[in-house]
Each structure stands twice: as C-alpha cells, then as structure tokens.
C-alpha cells in the first residue's frame, strides 16, 4: 500500500509539472499586446518597453518561466497587472469563498444523492427506481450553469423563495445567511452531479442485497430492513465515499461558471476577469492553483479506492 501511495504522489507530481507548463504557455501565446492593453495604445514606444522590461515580460519564455514557477515554490505569486496588488491578497478571499460553495454543495449533494441510491435500489425494477435512474441521467445531461437559469428564473425571480443572487448585501452576513443564498447555487450542482453518485450507491446496495452475508443474516432471523442497516449500508457506501472524493474535481469546475451566473466573488469569477483582463500573473496562477486541488483530490480519491476496495488494495499488495 505504502509503494502505491508514493507511486500516486509521483504521478501527482509529474502531472502538476505538465499542467504548469502547459498553463504558462498557453497564457503566453494568447493574441494580443499585454502592454498596450494595459497603458493604452497612445502610449509611447519607449514607455513599452519600460513597462515590459519592468515586468519581467523582455526575457525569454524559460526564465520568465523559472521565474514564475520559483514564486509559486516560495509563496511569492507575483502582482496583478489589473488591480496592482499582490495575487495571494486578491485569491485567498476568493478561494475561501468557493470553498464555502464547494463544502453547502457537498453537504446537500451527498446525502440526497445517497439516499435517492439507497431507495432505487430497495426498489429494484419499480417505477421509484426507474424514474430514480432515468431523472438523474436526464439531469446530468444539462450543463449546471443552465440549472442555474432556471432555478433562478423559477424560484428567483417568479417565486421568489431565494435570492438571485449567491452572496449576502449586508456587509456582515451571518451564517444562516451566507448558507442561504448558497442553496439554489447548490441545487444546481446537485442536478449534474446527483445521476452519477445515485448510480454508483445503488449498483452498489444492489450488490450487498445479493450478497452470501446478507442472505445469511436473514437465514439467522433478522429481518429485512434491520439486515440492510447492519450489513448492507456499511459495505455499500464505503465506494460511494471514494466516488465522491472524484466528483470533487468537478465541483471544482462548475463552480466557475456557478459562480458567474450567480455573481458570487469566488475563485471562478475572478479566474473568468483574469482572462478578460488578460492579467497573466492572476490568470497564470489562479489556473495552476486549480489544477492542484483537482490533482490533490484525485490522488485522495485513489487513494480512497485502493483502502476501502479489497480487491484494489490486494492488487496494491501483490
């Protein structure tokens, strides 16, 4: 198991690597002239080339590369060229602001996903689980920034049960407040992600339902329902739990767009004005950072897999 996990953390590694590379060219190649966008383009020749040679911008791709990559390893994420002030001021509050999302979205998505599992499995081939299986992947299908439309067009604007809007006015929300207006934000996740987790619990309920423990335990007189709590939950959700941990990456990135259509002041949004602004230090960074909790929380998800999976954690050990 121990050779396994430094193997995934090598990968883990290696893959931040290519993903760094691949961002900080990407952002370099982008059409257009950084300089004149930024002092307007009656700016003189001179004050250009000033700016860029401040800027770190005159040197070649390697060195601007090295340099990029050894703030990062510090701590030092470099200025904003929008807001002239330093990237970690600009992405901690945002940060922390879509993992406030992240965690609303996982509290609701998780426990309805498992239950909607649990109770299409209980009712193998019978309309709850049909229209259980089919909702979901129907459900799953629609891109969430669509959900997020019509949720808010439904109970925002012709209902009016939530705000249209994911962040409090008041300048002090509490928490009962900061919850609230994440609820329709998080409906919205749940509708994509709600299909895969419920499919994932009920092959696997259905699996210990059909199990030699399970029909042993009813042979010794325990009744049905009492034999589902004791036996069949406790094996059947330990996958789901490893499931999960690999929707988290795509939490990651639907919150992007989660974030736009709800003017929540999150990681998305500001990652989406780097990009108009073309401020590359921002953009550079606010990508990397992305691709490293999408990395860090695929590594657990296999590391997950492989301690709560017997026969991936036997194969780990041969």
């Known amino acids: 198991m121990l050779r396994f996990i430094v193997k995934r ?3 883990s590694i290696l893959t931040l690597v290519i993903v760094s590379l691949i961002v900080f060219l990407m952002t370099s190649i982008m059409p257009g002239d950084i300089a004149k966008q930024t ?3 009656d700016a003189s020749p001179e004050a250009f080339e000033i700016w860029n040679k401040e800027k770190g911008f005159d040197k070649p791709l390697v060195v ?3 340099r990029w990559m050894g703030g990062v390893m510090t701590g030092d994420l470099g200025t ?3 807001y002239e002030m330093p990237v970690s001021e600009l992405l901690a509050p945002a940060a922390s602001k879509s993992a406030q999302l992240a965690i609303v979205a996982l509290l609701l998505i998780a426990p309805i996903s498992i239950l909607g599992g649990i109770a299409a499995a209980m009712n193998r081939g019978k309309k709850v689980d049909r229209a259980l299986t089919v909702g979901g992947l129907s459900a799953a299908v629609i891109p969430e920034f669509v959900w997020a439309v019509v949720l808010i067009l439904v109970f925002g604007v012709a209902i009016q049960v939530f705000p249209v809007s994911a962040f409090p006015d008041e300048e002090n929300p509490n928490l009962i407040s900061s919850v609230f207006h994440l609820i329709l934000p998080s409906i919205a996740l749940l509708f994509v992600l709600f299909g895969y987790i419920s499919r994932i619990t009920r092959a696997g309920v259905i ?4 199990s030699d423990y399970m029909r042993t335990a009813v042979l010794k007189g325990l009744s049905r329902k009492t ?3 004791k036996h069949v939950l406790r094996n059947a959700l330990l996958p789901t739990i490893a499931v999960i941990a690999t929707q988290v990456p795509y939490l990651a990135g639907g919150l992007i767009a989660i974030e736009r259509v ?5 990681f ?3 990652l989406l004005d780097a990009v108009v602004a073309r401020d590359f230090p921002l953009l550079q960074t606010a990508v990397f950072l992305t691709g490293v909790v999408i990395v860090v929380f695929q590594l657990i998800a296999d590391i997950l897999f492989a301690v709560l999976n017997p026969r991936i954690r036997q194969k780990v050990t041969e």
């Open 268 to 270: 998305g949004n500001i």
């Open 64 to 66: 601007q590369y090295s």
């Open 207 to 210: 699996e210990a339902l059909d």
């Open 80 to 82: 904003s060229l929008q």
């Open 262 to 266: 709800f003017n929540y002041p999150g």
């Open 9 to 11: 953390i090598g990968l």
């Open 227 to 229: 034999a589902v709590f």
């Open 39 to 41: 002092l307007g383009r």
